[in-house]
Antibody, heavy 123, light 107 residues
Framework: QVQLVESGGGVVQPGRSLRLSCSTS????????IHWVRQAPGKGLEWVAV????????YYADSVKGRFTISRDNSKNTLYLQMNSLRAEDTAVYYC????????????????WGQGTLVTVSS | DIQMTQSPSTLSASVGDRVTITCRAS??????LAWYQQKPGKAPNLLIY???SLESGVPSRFSGSGSGTEFTLTISSLQPDDFATYYC?????????FGPGTKVDMK
């Protein structure tokens, strides 16, 4: 079955960096775009970034543009999120989510989600 | 960027009730809208995509409608497992905006 498993979360000081990973199985990873979505404690969902199936296109939320980088290794069925210059407002559970198949151009919803990894930015 | 709003923010209902949640976009998104259900401590679960297409495995009591800027999610007969928070999301543009959520709780 389709599985996405996030890892790499933890406590980090403001201004420091962290890299999240999303390991996948149960589907042909290289055929799907993947999103990162986050949720601050007690708050709603916020889309963070998406990468196309082949890595050719990447899009970011304004709140993380220039600080976060999404990437993928199709040989390892793994997605990454490099987070630099972290701020307190980046504290959240970070989910990776597979892009669905019925899309508007290359813009797709998310059909399968991981269970999330918590990132806490605090001194 | 496209902004999404949802109403109501909280809805109190009983088992068996018909429940309707509204989602509005700040500009037309055609039919490129998804609905998700989320329970505390869990990842979101896709219910509806392309405004009205039911995701495989989702009970038929869930339905979606709308186009352009106004959309609705309807639960025809609320079940105990449906008490949760519901989010809409537009994917017409590469900003993938979520609505603020509607919490459905027990009356």
């Amino acid at each position: 079955q389709v599985q996405l498993v996030e890892s790499g979360g933890g406590v980090v000081q403001p201004g420091r960096s962290l890299r999240l990973s999303c390991s996948t199985s149960g589907f042909s990873f290289s055929n799907y775009g993947i999103h990162w979505v986050r949720q601050a404690p007690g708050k709603g969902l916020e889309w963070v970034a998406v990468i196309w199936y082949d890595g050719s296109n990447k899009y970011y939320a304004d709140s993380v543009k220039g600080r976060f980088t999404i990437s993928r290794d199709n040989s390892k069925n793994t997605l990454y999120l490099q987070m630099n210059s972290l701020r307190a407002e980046d504290t959240a559970v970070y989910y990776c989510a597979r892009a669905g198949n019925v899309c508007s151009g290359g813009s797709c919803y998310s059909d399968y989600w991981g269970q999330g990894t918590l990132v806490t930015v605090s001194s | 960027d496209i902004q999404m709003t949802q109403s109501p923010s909280t809805l109190s209902a009983s088992v068996g009730d018909r429940v309707t949640i509204t989602c509005r976009a700040s500009q037309s998104i055609s039919v490129w809208l998804a609905w998700y259900q989320q329970k505390p401590g869990k990842a979101p679960n896709l219910l509806i995509y392309k405004a009205s297409s039911l995701e495989s495995g989702v009970p038929s009591r869930f339905s979606g409608s709308g186009s352009g800027t106004e959309f609705t999610l309807t639960i025809s007969s609320l079940q105990p497992d449906d008490f949760a928070t519901y989010y809409c999301q537009q994917y017409n543009s590469f900003s993938f905006t979520f609505g603020p959520g509607t919490k459905v709780d027990m009356k």
